[in-house]
């Protein structure tokens, strides 16, 4: 079954390290997209890729960064910098074109230790 | 900043009525709308999306589009508990065609 797949599901972080997300999607999208959201609010978006080698900075990407290397896949990395990085992450694809959605994996929901 | 604006609810709804959550944008240039679906606790999942001026319909579900006001709506039919959720509005950036604006969401509860 074509999707995407997030990893792992949950992740504690300790003080000072970094930890990356795993975002792998089998849909042939071009575009990607990671996301974060805090309890009771909305959607946030982090950094976007629309192609291989290339992503764009999105709203609060500060103490996160990312790469894409490959079409399938868009790791998240959520450095110390990140003073409070609690909160649930949304990776997405989307095909590039007018009318087309984006499709959510089941999310990694990271806390502090 | 161009933005899509949601009340936040909670849309109390008695099971078996019509939800009715609205939605406005900003972007003028907009072309496209989707409709998502979020369970407590879970990600988002597409329910319908929007195009075209007018009405769009998927089983009890309608989403409306006026382009000229910058309004998109969803209507729920036969609310039941299962629908209890709280339903995000997105739009397609015209600044950045890959970027997505969401508004932060309405809650809908439906009770028995």
């Known amino acids: 079954d074509g999707g995407i797949t997030q990893s792992p599901k949950y992740l504690f972080r300790k003080e000072g390290q970094n930890v990356t997300l795993s975002c792998e999607q089998n849909l042939n999208h071009d575009a990607m997209y990671w996301y974060r959201q805090d309890p009771g609010q909305g959607l946030r978006l982090i950094y976007y890729s629309q192609i291989v080698n290339d992503f764009q900075k999105g709203d609060i990407a500060e103490g996160y960064s990312v790469s894409r290397e490959k079409k399938e896949s868009f790791p998240l990395t959520v450095t110390s910098a990140q003073k409070n990085p609690t909160a649930f992450y949304l990776c997405?694809?989307?095909?590039?074109?007018?009318?087309?959605?984006?499709?959510f994996g089941d999310g990694t929901r990271l806390s502090i230790l | 900043q161009k933005e899509v604006e949601q009340n936040s609810g909670p849309l109390s709804v008695p099971e078996g009525a019509i939800a009715s959550l609205n939605c406005t944008y900003s972007?003028?240039?907009?072309?496209?709308f989707f409709w998502y679906r979020q369970y407590s606790g879970k990600s988002p999942e597409l329910i319908m999306f929007?195009?075209?001026?007018g009405d769009k319909e998927d089983g009890r579900f309608t989403a409306q589009l006026n382009k000229a006001s910058q309004y998109v709506s969803l209507l729920i039919r036969d609310s039941q508990p299962s629908d209890s959720a709280t339903y995000l509005c997105a739009s397609r950036s015209t600044d950045s065609w890959g970027k997505f604006q969401f508004g932060a969401g309405t809650q809908v509860v439906v009770t028995p």
């Open positions: 997405a694809s989307s095909i590039l074109g007018d009318n087309q959605p984006q499709h």
């Open positions: 972007d003028r240039g907009s072309q496209s």
């Open positions: 929007i195009y075209s001026n």
